[in-house]
């Protein structure tokens, strides 16, 4: 196979003549419904849900009021990769998104990578939102008095986890009413739920009723999907803003100190829930052919969506961090809580309902992207024909809808929020990052048809070295400690809950007799709740530090080292190489400063995220290139092109 024939590109001339072609003959052409106030439209419906009624609450938790910083570095980030989306929607008004934009490009098996890629965003992303709108739905239901099994509204994963978890913990002393109300669902589920032999049968089944719903309207027409989404939108907006209104009366500005708990580290530990926020506009690329002025409607609707949903995310964080302490925050539906939790009841009733609408609204943005995805891939020969079928009558990917319901409704079954949060991230940064690298390397290509709008131009050649070293000055100057301990490899101490939850039952004694000893007043006749009495330490570092060494358990179990804590920062030291290769790309080529800046920023989030995350795309890369080599190669249009 020669190595050229992996990297064979498509033309923009060819698209747009493809393009031209299906609009005159009208044979699997879509119908083109959109303007810019829709695409907007879609872009909040996309941006403004997960992220506002779930996912915020624990990056609060994590960061404190200081994760505004969080949403307006991810936003910054997202608008210099909508400027690169937005040049390439303008040059190739396709539904393919980033896979056309890579094809273009960079050639077939880059497309091929990030249609798999997306594949798995689209797909991981519709869950998230799916297991959010059920928690939402059924705490809805729970107000109005129907109470349906725990082991019915939880995926198996979590009620898993949560068990062992619970368990630990009421092992270490902890009564089953102080445990997070996470896990005391979980332990309920798990323990109450129906066991066929060993097997549990827990499984989120109002996800999978509202992923057929979705797929059936989308599946009728862009038109109704329209109509349906920016209602959705007017009804949201309208929630969110009361709840602004009505939450900064009970701001009590006492919570904003500290302002940043837990420094830099805590606020970036919220990057792949604050950015799973942001995605919405990638998925606004793919309705292109819908479009009826494209090449100006989709960096209109892009920018306008970003702009406006940054506000509303920054004026959030900041009401629900001033209402409650930051620390309460970590809840899947926070919105509601912090309205209950100061007896506003009525409130709270709102906007478990706004939040059902807003939820059903991103789902049905997501769920609309990823068919059109799968219709370009299968135009190229990239997979099966059916994929490409376009209903004769609803001008919709019929055959592509239905396939996505089935792919997205069964794992929402069984698989937990946080997991697919950080895939969908993982998978939507590498998008990203290869949109914008795709401007770069066309940025001086005079052969190719432009659109309508590009992207400014600022040499980087100088710019960047200066960036670089303002950041070097504030690793080494602000954040020695943590930028000395990552490269050196410092061993890390465990928290107190990881460490209980660790323990066995012969060292859990131990490790009472050993903080009885140390401290009397610990001593109690009641079974003693050893993650309390530990994490009591936790506000004073020495003295955690101290006390932790002299526990009588393993290392192992203690700390963090060597290896072990090594992998972690795998991600980041990858950032750093291809930094620097950017750097000399920069200066050599004269790169310009905004797709280089999109690039650098999300391949810095992809950076942030766990190793695992990397582990796990890589295993879908993998399979995506067998895929590839066993069908997708050999049926490509292109092969018809001499190799």
């Avoid at 978890?165 to 902890?174: H, I, R, S, V």
């Avoid at 690329?285 to 209109?300: F, G, N, V, Y």
């Avoid at 000055?473 to 990881?498: C, L, R």
Wanted: a neutral charge; charged letters at 15%; proline letters at 4%.
């Amino acid at each position: 196979m020669a190595l050229k024939g992996l990297f064979r590109k498509k033309t923009v001339q060819d698209i747009l003549k493809q393009v031209e072609k299906r609009d005159a003959d009208g044979h699997n052409a879509l119908g083109k419904h959109l303007t810019a106030r829709d695409l907007t439209a879609f872009g909040i419906a996309a941006i403004v849900g997960a992220g506002i009624f779930s996912t915020i609450g624990k990056a609060s938790a994590d960061g404190g009021p200081a994760v505004i910083f969080l949403f307006l570095f991810t936003a910054i980030a997202c608008s210099f990769a909508a400027f690169a989306y937005a040049e390439f929607a303008s040059m190739v008004p396709v539904s393919g998104s980033a896979y056309t934009y890579s094809y273009v490009a960079f050639g077939e098996i880059i497309a091929w990578i990030i249609g798999w890629a997306l594949i798995m965003e689209y797909s991981v992303g519709n869950i998230t939102v799916a297991i959010s709108w059920s928690d939402y739905f059924t705490s809805l239901l729970e107000s109005g008095g129907l109470h349906l099994p725990k082991w019915v509204q939880m995926d198996f994963l979590s009620a898993s986890r949560g068990f062992d978890d619970a368990t630990a913990l009421m092992q270490g002393g902890k009564e089953f009413v102080n445990l997070s109300p996470a896990l005391q669902d979980a332990y309920t589920a798990w323990t109450t739920s129906p066991v066929i032999g060993s097997f549990h049968f827990v499984a989120d089944l109002p996800a999978l009723l509202i992923i057929v719903l979705i797929t059936a309207l989308i599946y009728r027409g862009m038109k109704e999907s329209r109509n349906a989404s920016n209602i959705m939108v007017v009804v949201k907006l309208c929630i969110v803003l009361l709840v602004i209104a009505v939450g900064v009366f009970y701001v009590d500005t006492a919570n904003w100190d500290p302002f940043a708990p837990n420094g830099v580290t805590g606020v970036l530990k919220g990057v792949s829930a604050v950015f799973f926020a942001y995605i919405g506009f990638d998925a606004i690329s793919t309705t292109a052919e819908e479009c009826k002025d494209p090449q100006r409607d989709l960096p209109r609707g892009m920018m306008w969506a970003i702009i406006i949903c940054t506000i509303l995310y920054i004026a959030i964080a900041l009401v629900l961090t001033g209402m409650v302490s930051y620390d309460l925050l970590n809840v899947g539906d926070p919105l509601a809580f912090v309205f209950e939790k100061l007896d506003l009841k009525w409130m709270s009733g709102i906007i478990a309902v706004s939040a059902v609408v807003a939820m059903a609204s991103v789902l049905l943005v997501f769920q609309m992207g990823q068919p059109r995805i799968w219709m370009s891939m299968s135009r190229d020969g990239l997979l099966p024909k059916r994929f490409s079928k376009v209903h004769p009558k609803y001008k919709t990917p019929s055959y592509a809808t239905i396939v996505t319901g089935f792919v997205v409704a069964v794992p929402a079954l069984f698989l937990n929020l946080t997991l697919v949060t950080d895939l969908c991230s993982i998978g939507t940064l590498f998008a990203f990052v290869l949109v914008c690298a795709g401007v770069l390397a066309l940025q001086n290509k005079t052969d190719i048809p432009r659109g309508k709008f590009k992207t400014p131009y600022v040499n980087s050649k100088f710019i960047m070295p200066v960036l670089l070293l303002i950041g070097l000055v504030f690793a080494f100057g602000y954040n020695k400690k943590a930028t000395m301990d990552f490269i050196t490899n410092e061993t890390q101490i465990n928290n107190s809950a990881d460490i209980i939850t660790s323990l066995n039952k012969e060292e859990t004694q131990k490790v009472y007799d050993y903080l009885v000893r140390i401290d009397a007043k610990n001593s109690t006749d009641e079974t003693p709740d050893l993650e309390h009495l530990l994490s009591q330490y936790q506000q004073d570092d020495a003295k955690y530090a101290s006390v932790i060494a002299g526990l009588p358990i393993a290392d192992s179990v203690k700390y963090e080292s060597g290896f072990d804590l090594f992998k972690h920062k795998i991600p980041m030291w990858i950032f750093l190489i291809v930094l620097a290769g950017l750097m000399v790309w920069s200066y050599k080529e004269n790169l310009s400063l905004i797709p280089l800046l999109g690039l650098i920023c999300c391949l810095y989030m992809m950076a942030e995220l766990s190793v695992w995350n990397w582990i796990y795309f890589g295993i879908w890369l993998l399979i995506g290139l067998v895929v590839y080599f066993s069908f997708s190669h050999k049926n490509s249009k292109l092969n018809t092109i001499e190799i």
